[in-house]
């Protein structure tokens, strides 16, 4: 049995990502000493890692908890994981489509730039931003990530 802090250091996370764990549902409640402290065993510290292994895959905190919740209580939640999963994978062609169509885009404006440039006289603008493409979303890097809750990983 070691502290959180011990914990922590073995997972690799903050303190503050094993509250979060259990406050979630991802990680069972452990015992208390008197004291109040918790106190938690290399099971814990495995079930932190499988779980951060199963975000970095793409599950998210609410459905992890659900499908651990299920496990837990013995109803083995096999075939809600793979339909999950097929989820996750469209999700990533669609990303993956779009992200190559924003490309092909800005291979074009590049080419058409290049174009501009050649034929404005140095010193004069080429107003290169104002003929920018009018793409639908931004590319899948540069998109904002809102409503992320929890804490970041140490």
């Not at 501009?116 to 107003?127: F, I």
């Not at 931003?129 to 804490?151: D, H, V, Y």
């Amino acid at each position: 049995m070691f502290t959180i802090g011990e914990a922590a250091a073995r997972a690799g996370v903050s303190r503050d990502t094993i509250r979060y764990y259990e406050r979630t549902g991802l990680l069972p409640p452990v015992p208390r000493t008197a004291g109040g402290y918790r106190c938690y065993t290399d099971a814990a510290v495995a079930r932190v890692l499988f779980v951060r292994n199963a975000i970095r895959f793409g599950f998210g905190v609410k459905e992890l908890a659900g499908f651990l919740r299920a496990r837990d209580s013995g109803r083995p939640p096999c075939r809600s994981v793979r339909q999950a999963g097929e989820r996750l994978l469209e999700g990533m062609d669609r990303q993956i489509a779009e992200l190559s169509a924003a490309r092909a885009a800005m291979a074009k404006t590049i080419k058409d730039w290049d174009m501009r440039l050649a034929r404005t006289p140095d010193g004069s603008p080429a107003h290169l931003l104002s003929n920018l493409p009018q793409l639908t979303r931004p590319p899948a890097g540069r998109r904002r990530i809102r409503g992320r809750a929890g804490p970041t990983e140490d």
